[in-house]
């Protein structure tokens, strides 16, 4: 187990939710005690309308971070240079503090297939991800953000575990980490491992954002749908990722079966209040 560098410096935003358009009313009205929104960019990659209006207009009043779900950085079509080029000046109109998407695959033969798929995790596979990675990272002028995948197969031709995968590709194309914590928790149960085995052998330093979610199970699958608040076994994978990490960025995030803004604030209010007496007791 790595120990957690005791100078690891990381821009630390707070506790955060995702922006969505059932909330946009209050978030505009209320402005509740949220200290940053991350975004969905291709909700956003548009040339202009309300949902942009509204935008700038939250933007105004928060932080925001860009979360994409097309990048298909893990596949083999080529890069898509229209997306990146939508990305960049969605970009420079948002100066998010950061931009991330999956470190997966989501196209074939230019057909989207709406799904964040697993790879193989085998050393041509972080060579070829960490390639793509560079060049999109080279393009947008900055680092990207990669974050793990809840998945529900594996790979007879795989050569390391998920968590060394996604440290190397990290490592090798100096780009940082999203840790999904549910998504941790969702793969450690479909895949039979310790979800403390992944939480411990990150490297603190690229740890920029946590997520946090619901699931539902299917038989004996857990399916990271988002559909639901965040379980007791999921906030204790939170306490052990503050313990191992420390202060980073957190957010709640709920993409469907969307309830009041009050019970996303409640649970945002939950994970401060794990939070604080462990980065409490580890500055004193």
Avoid at 85 to 98: D, Y
Avoid at 118 to 132: D, N, S
Avoid at 151 to 174: G, H, K
Wanted: proline letters at 6%.
């Amino acid at each position: 187990m790595r120990e957690t560098p005791a100078t690891t410096s990381r821009p630390y935003l707070g506790y955060g939710l995702g922006l969505r358009t059932e909330h946009y009313d209050s978030v505009l009205q209320r402005r509740p005690a949220v200290d940053w929104f991350e975004i969905t960019s291709e909700n956003y990659m548009i040339g202009g309308g309300k949902a942009l209006h509204i935008l700038e207009r939250v933007r105004a009043d928060y932080p925001m971070v860009m979360h994409g779900v097309s990048l298909s950085i893990g596949g083999t079509d080529p890069l898509d240079e229209d997306y990146l080029g939508q990305l960049k000046a969605l970009a420079a109109r948002v100066e998010p503090e950061w931009i991330s998407d999956h470190l997966c695959w989501t196209a074939m033969e230019g057909q989207h297939l709406h799904d964040l798929l697993p790879l193989p995790y085998t050393e041509e596979a972080v060579r070829h991800v960490a390639e793509r990675v560079c060049r999109v990272q080279d393009f947008l002028g900055r680092q990207i953000l990669l974050e793990n995948v809840s998945s529900y197969l594996t790979y007879t031709c795989s050569q390391m575990p998920e968590w060394e995968f996604l440290d190397a590709v990290a490592r090798r194309a100096d780009c940082l980490i999203l840790l999904d914590i549910n998504n941790v928790h969702v793969s450690s149960h479909n895949h039979c491992f310790d979800p403390l085995d992944y939480i411990n052998a990150l490297p603190a330093e690229r740890i920029r954002q946590f997520h946090l979610a619901g699931h539902s199970h299917n038989g004996p699958i857990i399916v990271d749908t988002h559909d639901q608040p965040v379980i007791e076994p999921v906030w204790q994978l939170y306490a052990a990722a503050v313990r191992r990490f420390g202060m980073v960025s957190t957010m709640i995030e709920r993409d469907d079966n969307i309830p009041a803004l009050t019970e996303l604030l409640d649970e945002l209010q939950r994970a401060r209040t794990i939070a604080a007496p462990i980065l409490k007791s580890s500055a004193a």
